[in-house]
């Protein structure tokens, strides 16, 4: 599978990703190499890597918690600390092995230990592979909120090995897909009724899918690197989506999400919205909320979650001069930005959502 030209560093696929690794240890002259991970990568996925990883560097592995609840400055700082106790340098390579947590978390602070070490991704989920991982944004939650703490800085390179894939979990699987819908929702008609037709699925099917939809993020990506107009298109969903997740991630009687179950019902409730403001085919929405509800399920809300929700979007890092900015959809395929929404017209999403 080819390679991928993103903006100044290559992304690989399967086979490719470790010949292309060997040469770039072998030029790069690194002092030692430091492996992230955490708890369920170290035992399912390291071993793996450690097997295709070829070189006479010193290699130390650091481990942090699993789960997006660690994914903040505290982790971080100890990351930083043990990097220091082990003489890391600033020509030292930090390697990224895990899902978003892992790359989001291990890019921040690669990017800022000695004012910048090089980074590579390994994403090692479905999630991590087709958004995380791709486009150079690195960071950390602030409390429970999304991502609030972080820089854009670009890796050496992205690896990403299908095989990772069969350690994973149905439900993080489901959380991948959830954002390869998007880029079919929000890019490509075409590549939205590929990815809801998975009952037809092979695995090379997939291996394919999860290409186009990295070359999907990518383009967006390359054209607007510092997310100031086109890039916005990726948080289709992700403005109810991320202020779901972030309530749902501390509430004492509901279950938490994971980020592609909330962006799923982030972007059945921004569909609504479209056809409301947008004027979205009424078609095409039934057809939104019944491929999702069919994959994922109905997360229950009532009343007395909608205030709190709507609270926690004023964080969203899309909002600007006291404006909460909606990514819409005119159709599949034809996104609009920076759309105001009234609060009612919230509501009325999750109502349409529950019914």
């Not at 040469?23 to 097997?51: Q, R, W």
């Not at 092979?202 to 999860?210: G, N, P, Y």
């Amino acid at each position: 599978m080819n390679s991928i030209q993103a903006a100044n560093y290559l992304v690989h696929f399967n086979s490719n990703c470790y010949t292309n690794l060997q040469e770039h240890l072998a030029n790069s002259n690194y002092s030692k190499i430091f492996i992230l991970v955490d708890e369920h990568t170290h035992e399912f996925c390291l071993p793996y890597f450690m097997g295709n990883l070829q070189t006479e560097t010193s290699v130390e592995v650091i481990e942090i918690l699993a789960g997006e609840i660690h994914k903040n400055i505290e982790t971080c700082t100890g990351v930083w600390n043990v990097l220091s106790e082990l003489n890391a340098d600033r020509k030292s390579l930090l390697i990224n092995v895990g899902g978003g947590v892992v790359t989001d978390l291990g890019g921040f602070v690669a990017s800022t230990f000695k004012r910048g070490i090089s980074y590579i991704n390994v994403p090692t989920t479905l999630l991590s592979m087709v958004d995380a991982s791709v486009g150079g944004k690195t960071g950390v939650d602030l409390g429970t909120l999304k991502n609030q703490i972080g820089v854009i800085n670009i890796p050496e390179m992205v690896l990403i090995d299908t095989a990772f894939l069969n350690t994973l979990p149905a439900n993080e699987m489901r959380s991948g897909l959830a954002e390869m819908l998007k880029h079919g929702l929000i890019y490509e008609e075409a590549y939205w009724k590929k990815m809801i037709n998975l009952s037809n699925f092979t695995l090379e099917d997939l291996d394919k899918l999860i290409h186009d939809s990295v070359k999907i993020k990518n383009n967006v990506v390359t054209e607007d690197p510092k997310e100031n107009g086109l890039r916005k298109i990726l948080n289709f969903g992700h403005t109810l989506g991320h202020a779901i997740e972030s309530y749902l991630l501390t509430h004492e009687t509901k279950e938490a999400l994971l980020h592609g179950e909330a962006i799923a019902v982030g972007m059945v409730l921004a569909a609504y919205i479209s056809n409301k403001q947008e004027d979205f085919p009424e078609k095409k929405l039934a057809e939104i909320k019944q491929v999702i509800l069919d994959m994922y399920g109905k997360v229950s809300f009532d009343n007395s979650d909608y205030e709190s929700i709507i609270e926690l979007m004023k964080y969203d890092k899309k909002n600007s001069h006291g404006n909460i900015n909606f990514v819409l959809l005119s159709d599949i395929g034809t996104p609009v930005l920076d759309r105001i929404v009234p609060n009612e017209t919230i509501i009325e999403a999750f109502h349409y959502y529950n019914s």
